[in-house]
């Protein structure tokens, strides 16, 4: 499998090459980066540059790449996996019509840990809801761009589709000075040092807390889980949109 890694200079890019070495039949053939210089493989800076052939794009950069990636892997008709977290509703929504042209993997979390927990989350919600409140409390390092993570609002939508009403999330009780309401989510972001990946989801009813936790230790989770992943398409082959729940579904 010849994968093409953009963001190639970026910590995930590093990692993703790292750990595509030791898989069987997984190689980094090329990188696109705006920024940067590598010698471990040729290196573009923009996609209209990119001369070297490839089976699967994975994608951890910025939402910043996504539409020229997007247009670079419907024109070559070759599948993508994006992991990049902070894309917005246009973004979101040209992965959706990309995902008619070509296979797309999407996940916020490319860790089976988390997925699982999301599901986890989201039986306890049904059975606890609407006497527990829900809050989502995430950990990351003190480089990260966007607040709150790509993991703890996939968390929040999972569990959202259990609930009878949809709720309000709620970002920032600093600006207000009024009580919880019961129909919200609360999720709080933490940024410090190098931390790799904390959530936890916490049911709070009377007299008790259930508390659903994942830790990432180290950042090969992630690259691991997107090369399964591109793996995973790539024989898929099917055009369509995928995530860790089809990965989950087939183990
Ligand atoms: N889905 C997952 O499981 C998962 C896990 C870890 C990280 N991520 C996401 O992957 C992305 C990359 O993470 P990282 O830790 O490698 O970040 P990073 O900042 O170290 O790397 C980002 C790379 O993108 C490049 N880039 C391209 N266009 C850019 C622009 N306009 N502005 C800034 N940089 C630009 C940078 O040059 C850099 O090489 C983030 O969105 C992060 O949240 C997802």
């Known amino acids: 499998m010849r994968i093409l890694l953009c963001g190639a200079n970026g910590k995930m890019g590093k990692v993703v090459y790292e750990c595509a070495s030791a898989f069987e039949n997984a190689d980094v053939v090329a990188g696109v980066d705006p ?3 590598n010698d471990k493989f040729p290196l573009y800076h923009s996609f209209d540059e990119v001369e070297t052939e490839a089976d699967v794009i994975i994608d951890f950069s910025h939402p910043a790449m996504l539409s ?4 670079y892997a419907i024109k070559k008709k070759i599948p993508v996996v994006v992991a990049t977290t902070g894309i917005d509703e246009k973004g979101l929504q040209e992965i959706k019509n990309a995902a008619q042209e070509i296979p797309v993997f999407f996940t916020a979390n490319m860790s089976l840990g988390v997925n699982l927990i999301s599901e986890l989350a989201k039986k306890a919600a049904a059975v ?8 989502i409390v995430e950990m990351h390092h003190n480089q ?3 607040a709150p993570s790509g993991t703890a609002l996939l968390l929040a939508d999972e569990i959202s589709s259990v609930l009878d009403n ?5 970002f920032d009780r600093h600006s207000k000075r009024m009580k919880r309401s019961k129909n919200e989510i609360g999720i709080s972001s933490v940024r410090g040092g190098t931390i790799v990946g904390e959530h936890e989801i916490i049911f709070a009813g009377t007299d008790e ?15 691991n ?5 591109a793996k995973f398409i790539v024989n898929a ?3 369509g949109l995928y995530s860790m729940k089809d990965v989950l579904e087939e183990a």
Not at 68 to 71: E, I, N, P
Not at 128 to 135: A, K, R
Not at 166 to 170: C, G, K
């Open 35 to 37: 920024y940067g210089e």
């Open 128 to 135: 606890l809801s609407p006497d527990f409140d829900i809050e």
């Open 166 to 170: 949809e709720p309000v999330y709620e």
């Open 144 to 146: 990260k761009i966007d």
């Open 225 to 229: 889980g997107a090369i399964n992943a």
């Open 68 to 71: 020229s990636m997007l247009k």
């Open 237 to 239: 082959k099917k055009n």
């Open 209 to 223: 807390v259930i508390k659903i936790s994942h830790s990432a230790y180290s950042k090969k989770l992630f690259a």
